[in-house]
């Protein structure tokens, strides 16, 4: 009876690890311990469970840009939403140079922004690690001056030859220009990548057909994007996340009600461009909690 009442007090004090098994010649107390056990394993489970999603959280949540780069002429929005499990969905924004010598000089304003959007297959604290160190890839690209290309061929050959675990990694890359509003995209996987034409009232996608990172040896040689934003336009990156989201009949979201709400807010700024297409999600939800991550990227040409 000692031992039981030994691991009973271990696990009031929140202490799930493994201890010395209970053993007697009693069966009402083989049964009891075996319970214990059960009971011992079950919320071990379930701690590290928690912990897992709690660190996942945690490493998310430092990877996300934090204040926005602001560039003149433009307004860029983001927002991400992780579901319970913390899958691998994240963006990235970061200013730039052509000139890297005049990085970090006050008085000469950066080129433009570059912008990253991912989702890493899997969920927990793996998959945010992954997220972080192609972030670092990412970062360490751009203020390097490395093509678009290029860089997206370094993220994946980590993925071939440094992943354990080289689940595909559908990810959009973006290079906005301050001079021209030159956005010069490239598009491995990720969809949808919508831009609405103020001047011509429509809908161009962006997201050429593609194969993800870590799917095949060479990226670099998948075709690359420009396109000149003008006064009203708008860039969409949304995640499979977004368009996948249910409502109670089981319908999808879908590409058609982000143009609906783009086409009924196109007026406004692009934080509430933003804020109507998170209102309509929940709306289309009815509130419920979101199945998988849902990562948003808007560009507006004000």
């Known amino acids: 009876m000692e031992g039981l009442v030994r691991q009973g007090e271990r696990m009031q004090r929140l202490n799930f690890q493994p201890s010395e098994p209970v053993k007697s010649n009693i069966v009402e107390i083989t049964l009891l311990a075996t319970t214990l056990e059960r009971m011992r394993q079950a919320l071990f489970s379930f701690t590290s469970v928690r912990e897992d999603i709690r660190i996942a959280h945690s490493i998310r949540r430092a990877i996300l840009p934090a204040p926005m780069p602001t560039m003149p002429g433009f307004e860029i929005e983001a927002w991400c939403e992780p579901s319970s499990e913390v899958g691998g969905e994240a963006y990235d924004v970061v200013d ?30 793996n998959t945010a690690v992954k997220g972080s160190q192609l972030r670092a890839i990412f970062r360490t690209g751009v203020r390097l001056g490395v093509e678009l290309p290029a860089l997206a061929q370094q993220m994946n050959h980590y993925l071939r030859t440094d992943v354990q675990d080289s689940s595909p990694v559908r990810s959009w ?8 509003s030159l956005l010069t995209s490239l598009c491995l996987g ?39 934003l003008a006064k009203g336009d708008i860039v969409v990156i949304a995640s499979d996340g977004v368009v996948d989201t249910l409502s109670p009949e089981r319908d999808r979201f879908g590409v058609e009600r982000i143009k609906e709400v783009l086409l009924e807010h196109q007026q406004a700024h692009g934080k509430q461009i933003l804020e109507q297409l998170r209102q309509a999600l929940t709306d289309f939800a009815a509130g419920s909690d979101a199945d998988e991550d849902r990562t948003i990227v808007l560009i507006k040409c004000s």
Do not use: M, T
């Open 96 to 125: 730039f140079w052509v000139d890297r010598q005049a990085r970090g000089k006050g008085a000469v304003p950066p080129d433009g922004v570059a912008l990253f959007i991912f989702d890493a297959a899997g969920l927990g604290v």
């Open 173 to 180: 890359y973006g290079l906005l220009n301050r001079s021209d």
């Open 190 to 228: 990720q969809e949808p990548v919508l831009r609405y034409s103020a001047a011509e009232h429509s809908f161009e996608r962006l997201d050429i057909p593609s194969s993800s990172l870590g799917f095949e040896d060479h990226v670099a040689d998948h075709p690359v994007q420009s396109v000149r």
